[in-house]
């Protein structure tokens, strides 16, 4: 069993059941279906911009509020913790949002990009920039996610991943030989 060095997480759905209705919040923004809510959002005029910031950010609090921990989060993030594992988190939440759900839960987690941080997921920039900054190899890295964004920035990256299936993404196509539903069968990996 291949042991890694260190592990990069997304946060909604993986650490975090925040709890976000993007059918609400994608009905409340007009936007299409099929497009990803943050690339839509480039391609809006400024003061629409501004408009859909608001209603991204108000789901966005609401879903951090009621935030908790996933299955076996806590197992794994303790362990990694005693371990002196490298930890990060890669989200394509914003900044304020982040550090809310962080701090609620008391997630032992400082290095985190957001998607003020860097090129949001799936583009790798923001993966690439943790494993330099802690000079491990990619190949070294777990990637841990749990929805197309999270597997096709590992696969951008050639970087391994583990899938976590939550009831939220188990009934879409993600498939994956690696995949847990509980984040502490990661345990024996590190």
Known sequence: MKKYKAVVFDLDGTLA????????????????????ILEHLETLPLDKKDNANRIILEHEIAGAKSSTLTSGAKELLDHLEEKNIPMAIQTRNCKDV???VIGKLKI????????EDSRPKPDPHGFFQIAKDWNIDIKEILYVGDSHYDLQTSLNAKSDFALFTNLHNESKEINHPFS??????LISYF
Request: hydrophobic share 40%; proline share 5%; charged share 25%.
């Open 180 to 185: 847990v539903s509980c984040l502490s069968q």
């Open 17 to 36: 059941d925040t709890r976000l209705d993007f059918v609400k919040m994608r009905e409340d923004l007009q936007f299409p279906l099929g497009v990803s």
């Open 98 to 100: 982040t550090d809310l």
């Open 108 to 115: 032992p987690i400082s290095k985190v990009l957001t998607r």
